[in-house]
């Protein structure tokens, strides 16, 4: 499950702006789009009315062939999971710090988790520099160790939809080559909308929208959108 619908879905903050003209797309379940655009084009907002944290003004957002204004924003954020660019952490361990998506999950299900999101090797360690009476304890994360801490709390939780933000990917290219497997196995086999500014950073998208302005103004696989440009 887990397939998304906007049917031409307009909204503004207030009535005089427009942000988003129009949008209509679909995510059929376990496959991937991205949204690619410049910044204020309307992708963070995109994210909020997934989240009915506003609702739309015209059109309507579905998820599995169920219009969302019918559904509890709290059914909403057990459903989604988001893996966001940067990652606040809580002062406390890094186990503690996954464990958090999921309260009731067994020691065991957050090691695994930590695991698969190759971060196990952190995982009794406090995310940041700390003064103790007997000196400096706790770790610096990197930005990419922070993802990592991230997509272990999203597959943790097992949602049927995540959302991944690369919109400001402060990532370096060899951070970002190496955390691709670990985002592959959290967007495996789930419905999943990734926000990014550039085009190479969602490769294997199975389809691209170009959101400029509040409109998509170009759609295509990434071969497809490359030969355009
Ligand atoms: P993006 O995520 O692509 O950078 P946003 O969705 O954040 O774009 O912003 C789209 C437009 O909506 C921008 O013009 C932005 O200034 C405006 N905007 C975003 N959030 C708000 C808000 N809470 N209130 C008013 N305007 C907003
Ligand atoms: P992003 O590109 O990730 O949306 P922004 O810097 O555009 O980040 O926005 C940061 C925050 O400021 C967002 O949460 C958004 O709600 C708010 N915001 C953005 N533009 C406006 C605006 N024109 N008026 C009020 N709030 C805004």
Redesign the pocket.
Same mark, same amino acid.
């Given at each position: 499950g887990g397939g998304i619908e906007f049917n031409n879905v307009t909204f503004g903050? +207030?009535p005089e702006k427009l &942000?988003l003209r129009n949008v209509s797309f679909n995510v059929p379940a376990g496959k991937t789009v991205a949204i690619v *655009?410049? +910044?204020? =084009?309307?992708? +963070?907002?995109?994210m909020r009315l997934l989240f009915r944290f506003y609702d739309v003004q015209t059109g309507a957002i579905l998820i599995d062939g169920q219009n969302i204004k019918l559904v509890q924003q709290q059914s909403l954020r057990q459903a989604i999971g988001v893996v966001p660019q940067d990652t606040v952490l809580f002062n406390n361990t890094i186990f503690f710090n996954i464990q958090y998506a999921k309260q009731e999950a067994s020691d065991e299900a957050v090691y695994e988790a930590a695991r698969l999101a190759d971060i196990h090797d952190r995982i009794l360690g406090f995310p940041d520099r700390y003064e103790t009476k007997v000196g400096e304890r706790g770790l610096r994360l990197s930005g990419g160790e922070k993802q990592r801490v991230a997509i272990a709390r999203t597959l943790l939780k097992a949602p049927i939809i995540v959302l991944l933000d690369e =919109?400001t990917s402060a990532l370096d290219t060899h951070t970002e080559r190496n955390i691709q497997a670990a985002l592959a196995r959290v967007c495996a086999n789930r419905t999943t909308i990734i &926000?990014a500014h550039r085009l190479s950073t969602v490769i294997h998208a199975d389809e691209i929208l170009v959101?400029q302005e *509040?409109s998509i103004v170009e759609r295509g696989s990434h071969d497809q959108l490359l030969q355009r440009v």
């Amino acid at each position: 499950g887990g397939g998304i619908e906007f049917n031409n879905v307009t909204f503004g903050y +207030s009535p005089e702006k427009l &942000v988003l003209r129009n949008v209509s797309f679909n995510v059929p379940a376990g496959k991937t789009v991205a949204i690619v *655009g410049p +910044s204020g =084009a309307g992708k +963070s907002t995109l994210m909020r009315l997934l989240f009915r944290f506003y609702d739309v003004q015209t059109g309507a957002i579905l998820i599995d062939g169920q219009n969302i204004k019918l559904v509890q924003q709290q059914s909403l954020r057990q459903a989604i999971g988001v893996v966001p660019q940067d990652t606040v952490l809580f002062n406390n361990t890094i186990f503690f710090n996954i464990q958090y998506a999921k309260q009731e999950a067994s020691d065991e299900a957050v090691y695994e988790a930590a695991r698969l999101a190759d971060i196990h090797d952190r995982i009794l360690g406090f995310p940041d520099r700390y003064e103790t009476k007997v000196g400096e304890r706790g770790l610096r994360l990197s930005g990419g160790e922070k993802q990592r801490v991230a997509i272990a709390r999203t597959l943790l939780k097992a949602p049927i939809i995540v959302l991944l933000d690369e =919109a400001t990917s402060a990532l370096d290219t060899h951070t970002e080559r190496n955390i691709q497997a670990a985002l592959a196995r959290v967007c495996a086999n789930r419905t999943t909308i990734i &926000v990014a500014h550039r085009l190479s950073t969602v490769i294997h998208a199975d389809e691209i929208l170009v959101l400029q302005e *509040g409109s998509i103004v170009e759609r295509g696989s990434h071969d497809q959108l490359l030969q355009r440009v």
